[in-house]
């Protein structure tokens, strides 16, 4: 079974910094593209990033580009993304999804930026 | 302002058909296929359909999937009370590099 575990929201101030992890488990991790998409309270969804299987490309939406950065390691089926420079509109429910296609969704995990 | 544009609600007695319409451009819907998702408030979203018309393992054949150059739909038919919640369309851009959704669209169910 197909498991993917969020880790690492939380509350942050304005221009601070935050690492998110997902944990990934049931598939052969180092063969599918990943991706973050987010969810700001009582919005739609955005997607934020994604990396190639080796890690060789990424792509980023406008308005992370710059500050958010997405990598992952594959030894240990492991996906991330740091967040520097954060503003108040980066506050959302941020997911990582499997695939190309984002067949595979974990439950995510809350970001707040907030003083 | 989202770059694929999808009504806001949409409703529909059980028993009836129901459509959702996701209208991009040239450079997402008409160069790529779409895939549609399905929320459930306080959940996170599920793979309905991709690539155009394909449904997941999983998914009953009343969820379909259509596209025709710009735009593309997604039905519902047999609606049941359980099929409200929120659809989102999805696509990647080319002129982008992005993956652009729709501004999702909330089916009730009367």
């Known amino acids: 079974e197909v498991q993917l575990v969020e880790s690492g929201g939380g509350l942050v101030q304005p221009g601070g910094s935050l690492r998110l992890s997902c944990a990934a488990s049931?598939?052969?991790?180092?063969?599918?593209?990943m991706n973050w998409v987010r969810q700001a309270p009582g919005k739609g969804l955005e997607w934020v990033a994604n990396?190639?299987?080796?890690?060789?490309?990424?792509y980023y939406v406008d308005s992370v580009k710059g500050r958010f950065t997405i990598s992952r390691d594959n030894a240990k089926n492991s996906l991330y993304l740091q967040m520097n420079s954060l503003r108040a509109e980066d506050t959302a429910v941020y997911y990582c999804?499997?695939?190309?296609?984002?067949?595979?969704w974990g439950q995510g995990t809350l970001v707040t930026v907030s003083s | 302002q989202s770059v694929l544009t999808q009504p806001p609600s949409a409703s529909g007695t059980p028993g009836q058909r129901v459509t959702i319409s996701c209208s991009g451009s040239?450079?997402?819907?008409?160069?790529?296929?779409v895939n549609w998702y399905q929320q459930f408030p306080g959940t996170a979203p599920k793979l309905l359909i991709y690539s155009n018309n394909q449904r997941p393992s999983g998914v009953p054949d009343r969820f379909s999937g259509s596209k025709s150059g710009t735009s593309a739909s997604l039905a519902i038919s047999g609606l049941q009370s359980e099929d409200e919640a929120d659809y989102y369309c999805a696509a990647w851009d080319d002129s982008l590099n992005a993956w652009v959704f729709g501004g999702g669209t909330k089916l009730t169910v009367l």
């Open positions: 990396i190639k299987e080796d890690g060789s490309e990424k």
């Open positions: 999804a499997s695939d190309t296609s984002m067949v595979n």
């Open positions: 049931g598939f052969t991790f180092s063969s599918y593209w």
């Open positions: 040239s450079s997402n819907i008409g160069s790529k296929t």
